[in-house]
C-alpha cells in the first residue's frame, strides 16, 4: 500500500523558514513525481513546486520562487520543502502528492502558520 506522510509544519514568524518532510512507504520516491500543494480557509488548492524523481528536475510557483527548495533523500525515501523567508501568505496546510500507477496519493497535510 502506498502511503505519504508529510510533516514539518508549525508556527513561525514572517522572515522565518521551515522545512517540511514527505516519506514514502511502498513507493519509491526517487523514482516518482511529487509535488508540494497548499491550501488555506477558503481558497483552492494550489500547487507550490515539483520534484521530479527522474531527472531532478524542478518546479516552482512564482510566489515560492527564491524563497522555497524542495530536494530528496533516497536513502531516507523523503522528500523535502525547504521554506525560507516566510510570509503571512504561506499560511496554509501543505501536502505532499504523487500518482502511481492511475492512483492519485496525498499525504495527510501538515499546517504552517506565519505570523506577522
Known amino acids: 500500500e502506498v502511503q505519504l506522510v508529510d510533516s514539518g509544519g508549525g508556527l513561525v514568524q514572517a522572515g522565518g523558514s521551515l522545512r517540511l518532510s514527505c516519506v514514502g512507504s511502498?513507493?519509491?520516491?526517487?523514482?516518482?513525481?511529487i509535488g508540494w500543494f497548499r491550501q488555506a480557509p477558503g481558497k483552492e488548492r494550489e500547487g507550490v513546486s515539483v520534484?521530479?524523481?527522474?531527472?531532478?528536475?524542478?518546479y516552482y510557483a512564482d510566489s515560492v520562487k527564491g524563497r522555497f527548495t524542495v530536494s530528496r533523500d533516497n536513502p531516507k525515501n523523503t522528500v523535502y520543502l525547504q521554506m525560507n523567508s516566510l510570509r503571512p501568505e504561506d499560511t496554509s496546510v501543505y501536502y505532499c502528492?504523487?500518482?502511481?500507477?492511475?492512483?492519485?496519493?496525498w499525504g495527510q497535510g501538515t499546517q504552517v502558520t506565519v505570523s506577522s
Open positions: 502528492h504523487t500518482i502511481q500507477w492511475g492512483q492519485s496519493y
Open positions: 511502498g513507493i519509491s520516491l526517487g523514482n516518482s513525481v
Open positions: 520534484f521530479n524523481g527522474y531527472d531532478g528536475s524542478t
